[in-house]
């Protein structure tokens, strides 16, 4: 495939893609040594749709998603952003120019991304961690930083923990903190890595409840999760992963009630 060069330019524009698609991931390999974990991604995510991402352990979910904002560098394929090219795959062992590690800096700016461990700064308050993004990134004064954090710990309910160390937070806070530091950036895409797979129920529950509300707003989300229930009501589009191909795709019904090939039976079925 034809190398193409990103530009940090065309990640600024508002614009959608054709068709309405805003990120388009077209024929994605990637291998660690001789294991080859994804063998050809090609999907289209249109604005303001809500993914989920589903398939037993080791099918290749997180890497991709990791892929998706060069988390990881694939070998094969490209991304493409608002219909832009954002991103290319590069030879196993490419150590990328410092124009390439700005690109991706300014590719994580508009697809963000929440893992499963929180990753906060220990050393910070809420409110700067949720700050830091604007601040240095961004490069916004203090005060436009602190109305951006301020705006959104409201919208994920902890404006009240803001003068607080992530310490002293429930696990559901932090992560609720987390995204609130993802979504300062404003992107234009939310990336959902097991976000809740180290919360109990009622924690969980709380995650939840901001990730609904993002989608209300019209928030564009790819969400890997072994929640089965979550992703059935949240999704309006259901990919199921396995081998490190994308085995099956459409809506939660087909797939969860059709279970249209033989590993979603047994898939749920363990689930």
Known sequence: MERMQPSAQTLESPATGRDGLILEAQGIKKSFGAKQVLKGINLSVKRAEVLTILGPNGCGKSTFLRCLNLLEQYQDGRVLLNGAVVSTGRPEGYFPTRNEQTQAQHLRRHVGMVFQRFNLFPHLSVIENVMSGPRFVLKQSYE???????????????????????????????????????????????LFDEATSALDPVLTKEVFKVIRDLAADGMTMLLVTHDMDFARDIADRTVFMDGGVIAAEGTPEYIFDQQPIPAIRKFLEKG
């Open 144 to 190: 436009e930083a602190r109305a951006i954090a301020e705006a959104t710990l409201k919208k994920v309910g902890l404006w009240e923990k803001h003068p607080c160390d992530p310490a002293t937070l429930s696990g559901g806070q932090q992560q609720r903190v987390a995204i609130a530091r993802s979504l300062a950036m404003k992107p234009d895409v939310m």
